[in-house]
Nanobody, 120 residues
């Protein structure tokens, strides 16, 4: 099995910054794409940013230029640097990873979520 453990959420004032981390562990052969999603109360979960194993990235329009996704393949960890935070960024942020495990099958895994709250 594979576990994704997130950290770095919290409460910040508008204009501030936070850095989220997500470490994957378990029977991992390789990790393909990794990403961050978020879900605000009453809304659907949405993609925030995604990074492939080759370091290609894509972002939601709403965070382009403010957020930066990166990964450390040696540590099986993905990061999300969030700058110029806005109250509308308030949500539970979920880490996601598409992982090939020891059985050679690939699965989609989710973290437990970390709360980000931006006060105005």
């Amino acid at each position: 099995q594979v576990q994704l453990v997130e950290s770095g959420g919290g409460l910040v004032q508008a204009g501030g910054s936070l850095r989220l981390s997500c470490a994957a562990s378990g029977s991992i052969l390789s990790i393909n794409a990794m990403g961050w999603y978020r879900q605000a109360p009453g809304k659907q979960r949405e993609l925030v940013a995604r990074i492939t194993s080759g370091a290609s990235t894509n972002y939601a329009d709403s965070v382009e230029g403010r957020f930066t996704i990166s990964r450390d393949n040696a540590k099986n960890t993905v990061y999300l640097q969030m700058n110029s935070l806005k109250p509308e960024d308030t949500a539970v942020y979920y880490c996601n990873a598409f992982v090939t495990i020891a059985t050679m099958y690939s699965y989609n895994y989710w973290g437990q979520g970390t709360q980000v709250t931006v006060s105005s």
